[in-house]
């Protein structure tokens, strides 16, 4: 089982409407969360961190649930801008990544 | 200029030779990485150090070594390259007293092709 496994996509939205992305690890003893966005084979940029008590920036809402070792990602309102691969990250000294779930966001 | 300048950008071989990919860094992090991409996958640690005197295996060391030759620099290497190594390399940086715990600061990524 890989430690962090995120749900396979792709995704393929309209713009306006809203998508969840969910990720799960392993390891009960890491300690920070995060989500990357990736465009087009280019390097991850931070998106967002994640804490227990869940934060929002604009459209974009991160969930961390550490009983259930889940952290969650909420778009609203998609933009075409939006279109690129979610990456979900989980640190514990060294960082490890998810394979990532691709966003499309169609007119 | 980026913060995290990664060299060379692109770069075809041939099974066999020596590759050396480098990459410096002007934050002033201590912590240093390299991963490697394939299509479709995620980011996977091959080396990383956590000051000058301090390099540590990733989870896909094999075939890799890296060199730490100042807190700014930090090299990888194929000393015999392979096919199945052709990837998108990214190096990285952090530092836990800035821009929160963890986060990290990519360069731009090198491609290599090894026929």
């Known amino acids: 089982r890989k430690e962090v496994e995120q749900d396979p996509g792709p995704f393929n939205v309209p713009e306006g409407a809203t998508v969840a992305f969910n990720c799960t690890y392993s390891?009960?003893?890491?300690?920070?969360f995060f989500w990357y966005r990736q465009d087009c084979r280019k390097e991850p940029k931070l998106l967002m961190s994640?804490?227990?008590s869940g934060n929002e920036d604009g459209r974009f809402t991160a969930q961390l649930n550490r009983a259930s070792q889940y952290i969650s990602l909420l778009i609203r309102d998609s933009k075409l801008s939006d279109s690129a691969t979610y990456l979900c990250?989980?640190?514990?000294?060294?960082?490890?990544f998810g394979d990532g779930t691709t966003l499309t966001v169609k007119p | 200029d980026a913060d995290v300048t990664q060299t060379p950008r692109n770069r075809i071989t041939k099974t066999g030779k020596r590759i050396m990919l480098e990459c410096s860094q002007t934050?002033?992090?201590?912590?240093m990485y390299w991963y490697r991409q394939d299509p479709g996958l995620g980011l996977r640690l091959i080396y990383y150090?956590?000051?000058?005197?301090?390099?540590n295996k990733g989870e896909i060391s094999d075939g890799y070594s890296v060199s730490r030759q100042a807190q700014a620099k930090f090299s990888l290497s194929l000393e015999s390259a392979i096919p199945n190594q052709t990837a998108l390399y990214f190096c990285?940086?952090?530092?836990?007293?800035?821009?929160?715990?963890?986060?990290?600061?990519f360069g731009e990524g090198s491609r290599l092709t090894v026929l």
């Open positions: 990285a940086t952090s530092d836990p007293r800035q821009g929160g715990p963890g986060e990290l600061f």
């Open positions: 390891n009960s003893a890491s300690q920070s």
């Open positions: 994640v804490y227990s």
């Open positions: 990250v989980v640190t514990g000294g060294k960082s490890t």
């Open positions: 934050k002033g992090h201590d912590r």
């Open positions: 150090s956590f000051d000058v005197k301090d390099i």
